[in-house]
């Protein structure tokens, strides 16, 4: 079993930045990737950004060139770095997590945090 514990959510006003950060603990052989999901009101989850233990990056077009993604693969960490942030960034943001449990692979969620941009 996999737990994922983000942090850094919160109220930012528009043009501003946020630090996402999300630790992954359990018995897990290896994270191949780990990313950022979002969900607005009304509206599917969506990849913000993700990023495998090779350091390999993928961003949505909506944040691209705004935010960076990072991982620390010892620490079993990632970071997700917005900047220039606009009102429609406006979601609950899932810290992701594929891993490799003995020798399947499983998908993980965190619980979610609330990032709310004001105009």
């Known amino acids: 079993q996999v737990q994922l514990v983000e942090s850094g959510g919160g109220l930012v006003q528009a043009g501003g930045s946020l630090r996402l950060s999300c630790a992954a603990s359990?018995?897990?052989?290896?994270?191949?990737?780990m990313g950022w999901y979002r969900q607005a009101p009304g509206q599917q989850r969506e990849l913000v950004a993700d990023?495998?233990?090779?350091?390999?990056?993928n961003y949505a077009v909506s944040v691209k060139g705004r935010s960076t993604i990072s991982r620390d693969n010892a620490k079993k960490t990632v970071v997700l770095q917005m900047n220039s942030l606009k009102p429609e960034d406006t979601a609950v943001y899932y810290c992701?997590?594929?891993?490799?449990?003995?020798?399947?692979?499983?998908?993980?969620w965190g619980q979610g945090t609330q990032v709310t941009v004001s105009s």
């Open positions: 359990g018995s897990v052989f290896r994270i191949p990737a």
């Open positions: 992701w997590a594929r891993a490799v449990v003995g020798f399947t692979p499983y998908e993980y």
């Open positions: 990023i495998t233990d090779g350091g390999r990056t």
